[in-house]
């Protein structure tokens, strides 16, 4: 149980394109989904938290404008990747919570989408 | 906000030895502390986790011990493996992880 999938698992696009990341849960009610970004031999950075239903919250530093999150159902949330540009390029990973599990900490990560802005 | 550090940055064991990663927290409200395993081009799979009304928390060959009034917490791993080789991650929480920086960890057979 708790698996998270994101489409695509990679993708390529060149500059000045718009990219759409799908983060799902695919056996369980997330309300809060996070999108993560992870640049190579780092740490994972916090980009937003999605709520269901309502705006994402973002991170200080994280242009909201050029990172779209949607969160329009329980069980799936969007990140668009706006006018992308090479410094764009990265590794952008999403978690959810079991909004149905007594254990609210706990993330369940997916799988990661690796963008490569040319 | 929080704040994490990890230590070491890179850790290497000799197969069978123990593997200690060390990490502290700003946050004195953070109340939920996992730690990550993520294996190059993968997702981090949660492979302990352990929370502020805890000292010690052990599954099999991973344990991990936190004291609250030095704001510090650690992973321990027992019998090291070469399929133990990633990069682990401690992470605080209140209502979002905070992540540290990482540790990657090579098992020398």
């Known amino acids: 149980g708790a698996v998270v999938s994101q489409h695509p698992s990679r993708v390529i696009c060149k500059s000045g394109t718009s990219v759409k990341i799908e983060c799902r849960s695919l056996?369980?009610?997330?309300?809060?989904m996070f999108w993560y970004r992870q640049f190579p031999k780092k740490s994972l950075m916090l980009m937003a938290t999605?709520?269901?239903?309502?705006?994402?919250?973002?991170e200080q530093g994280v242009e909201k404008d050029k990172f779209l999150i949607n969160h329009a159902s329980l069980t799936l949330s969007t990140l668009t990747v706006t006018s992308a540009h090479p410094e764009d390029s990265s590794f952008y990973i999403c978690?959810?919570?079991?909004?149905?599990?007594?254990?609210?900490?706990?993330?369940?990560f997916g799988p990661g989408t690796r963008l490569l802005v040319l | 906000g929080e704040n994490v550090e990890q230590h070491p940055s890179t850790l290497s064991v000799q197969e069978g030895d123990s593997a200690v990663i060390k990490c502290t927290y700003s946050d004195s409200a953070s109340n939920y502390f996992p730690w990550y395993k993520q294996e190059l081009g993968k997702r981090p799979q949660l492979i302990i986790d352990?929370?502020?009304?805890?000292g010690e928390k052990k599954d099999q060959r991973i344990a991990v011990t936190l004291n609250k009034t030095a704001k510090h917490f650690s992973l321990h791993i027992t019998e090291t493996q070469p399929e133990d080789s990633a990069v682990y991650f401690c992470a605080a929480t209140l209502q979002k992880l905070t992540f540290g920086t990482g540790t990657r960890l090579t098992i020398i057979p």
């Open positions: 352990i929370r502020s009304n805890v």
């Open positions: 978690s959810a919570r079991d909004s149905g599990s007594g254990s609210m900490e706990t993330q369940y």
């Open positions: 056996d369980f009610q997330a309300t809060t």
């Open positions: 999605s709520n269901e239903g309502s705006k994402a919250t973002y």
